[in-house]
């Protein structure tokens, strides 16, 4: 007896039933003072046409193949049609999705719970180089045997009125015997092959058998996401089953201006992952739990069936803080509103991304055991 994919020689994909995107598109500024296409621009855009087809809608309407460029947002995205039951999209925003008007003057998916399946990495992120050919219709990617990076495709089919027993076995690439090395590929170094990133996770209160896929092609990203599930793992717990948060991290990076040929800094939204616990709890004995080792308060905040921080109403949130947490926590409530302030300015105590974000803070201060007896505006906010 075989499984069906061991039997035809096939390797297992996972299914999804949905994408969370990490940034979206806009209409290039220098197309902006063109009142018709700026329209036609926001009408695709409102019928959630794919950018790819906005492009191509764009070159063919306008005679311009630049209308489109990258957006890197810090919030995350999500649209009706990329997900097989539409409504799922709008549930999500309903559940988990924030107003901060320093960003968008629209609830935007700022930070969300998710849980993953696996205790393994290579079951929730998979990164490859990607690729595809228009003229051939011939798509190709990298995949990992024995160690090695190989260039995969699909084999030509030579008998089209030959029987087969199930989809196309991938081969290695024949333009290039399969090697994979983007410094040396054409196909890279012209932009037809690109970094494909895929965090496979579920989201706590969006029902669904199959998993929800967050697209990243960001290398920084995947570096962060790796390494803080790595240092999870490393502490002594599991990944399967324990809420965590995914939100947006702003990090600085250098990059190829193509213009001057020189290398420039710029700054970058990118995901990241957080879990507020003490990890000094699994150091000491090995036979902590995860559950254990969370603070006091992200024990109250945090459950897999109710993901506080993401919805609490600004009243509780203000409650919590001004109320509750000054009596556990040993500080005073005129601190946390001159320190608010510092931070956000007049009118803080009412945003709920801003409240959140305070609460985020002292739930790290509290993790780590940072002294916050004092005034809150004397505590470092590194």
């Keep these: 007896m075989a499984l069906l994919t061991e039997l035809r020689g096939l390797s297992t994909k996972r299914n999804i039933r949905g994408r969370i995107r990490s940034g979206t598109s806009a209409l290039a500024k220098r197309y902006h003072a063109r009142v018709e296409m700026l329209r036609r621009f926001t009408q695709l855009v409102e019928a959630e046409e794919d950018f790819p087809v906005i492009a191509a809608k764009m070159k063919e309407e306008f005679g311009v193949s630049d209308a489109i460029r990258p957006l890197n947002t ?40 998710v849980i993953f399946d696996d205790d393994s990495l290579e079951s929730i992120l998979d990164y490859r180089y990607q690729g595809y050919l228009a003229d051939s219709k011939r798509s190709f990617w990298s995949e990992l045997a024995n160690g090695e990076r190989k260039c995969m495709t699909l084999p030509v089919i030579e008998d089209p009125g030959k029987r087969v027993t199930g989809p196309r076995i991938p081969v290695a690439n024949p333009e ?53 599930l790595r240092d999870f793992l490393r502490a002594g717990y599991g ?12 990090v600085s990076t250098k990059y190829l201006n193509p213009k001057s040929m020189q290398l420039e800094l710029t700054k970058v939204w990118v995901p990241d992952i957080e879990f507020p616990m003490d ?29 506080q921080p993401i919805v609490l109403t600004v009243r509780e949130l203000r409650e919590k803080l001004f109320l509750e947490l000054p009596k556990s926590m040993d500080y005073k409530p005129e601190d946390l509103s001159a320190y608010g302030k510092r931070l956000y300015g007049d009118g803080w105590s009412s945003n709920q991304q801003h409240l959140l974000s305070i609460l985020g803070q002292l739930e790290d201060w509290f993790a780590r055991a940072v002294e916050i007896t004092g005034e809150l505006s004397k505590v470092p906010t590194e």
């Design 239 to 250: 990944l399967r089953g324990v809420t965590f948060f995914l939100t947006k991290k702003l």
């Design 74 to 113: 810090p919030y995350f995205v999500v649209k009706k049609k990329d997900f097989t039951v539409p409504g799922i999209a709008e549930h999500i925003l309903t559940q988990y999705a924030t107003l901060d008007p320093v960003f968008d003057p629209q609830p935007q998916l700022y930070r969300l719970p």
């Design 279 to 307: 990890f000094t709890q699994s150091i000491k004995s090995n036979t902590a739990t995860a559950s254990e080792a969370l603070p006091v308060i992200a024990q109250t905040l945090i459950s897999h069936s109710a993901p």
């Design 176 to 228: 290039n015997q399969g090697t994979c090395d983007p410094m040396s590929c054409g196909m890279y170094q012209n932009r037809k092959c690109n970094l494909h990133g895929a965090m496979y996770l579920y989201i706590p209160k969006i029902p669904g058998i199959s998993a929800i896929r967050l697209d990243t092609n960001s290398s920084i990203g995947g570096e962060l996401l790796e390494a803080k």
